[in-house]
């Protein structure tokens, strides 16, 4: 999913094995994740999506002013997750990483690569009843 922010930028589903850069979009206020190559389309992940920075993620600090140094996340691996998501005038894309740390898109420096590893598992509805008698090879019973 893309957060709020991004509904003005053209955005697409992540893909397994995408090459992800970390940015921030133009006529927009926030940052995300675009596909290397293509800087103006965000790349929308699922929750539970698993993606592998390059190098360890860097962040701005939650009072960035500009003086200080990023924060070292220290952590390469990350699986997307969505927070807070009962107030809606709030950024709600984040990563969470094994150590149990969860940092918001919006707060990632920019020009950090990372590579879609894995998409979650989605369900796939029951078959019906008729559906699961075709598959075997039954017949339904005439009238």
Do not use: W
Not at 47 to 76: H, M, W, Y
């Amino acid at each position: 999913m893309c957060d709020y922010s991004l509904h003005n930028v053209a955005s697409r589903p992540a893909k397994v094995d995408d090459k992800l850069v970390t940015t921030k979009f133009r006529n927009s206020i926030t940052s995300g994740l675009a596909a290397v190559g293509e800087p103006n389309v965000a790349v929308c992940l699922l929750p539970g999506t698993e993606i592998a920075f390059d190098r360890n993620v860097e962040c701005k600090r939650s009072f960035d002013i500009g003086i200080l140094p990023n924060k070292k996340v220290g952590q390469r691996l990350a699986r997307f997750r969505q927070v807070d998501l009962e107030n809606a005038a709030t950024h709600h894309d984040a990563l969470e990483f094994p150590d149990g740390q969860i940092v918001l898109l919006t707060r990632l420096c920019e020009g950090q690569r990372a590579t879609v590893l894995q998409l979650p598992a989605v369900s796939q509805p029951a078959p019906t009843e008729a559906a699961a008698r075709r598959e075997v090879g039954e017949r339904s019973p005439s009238s």
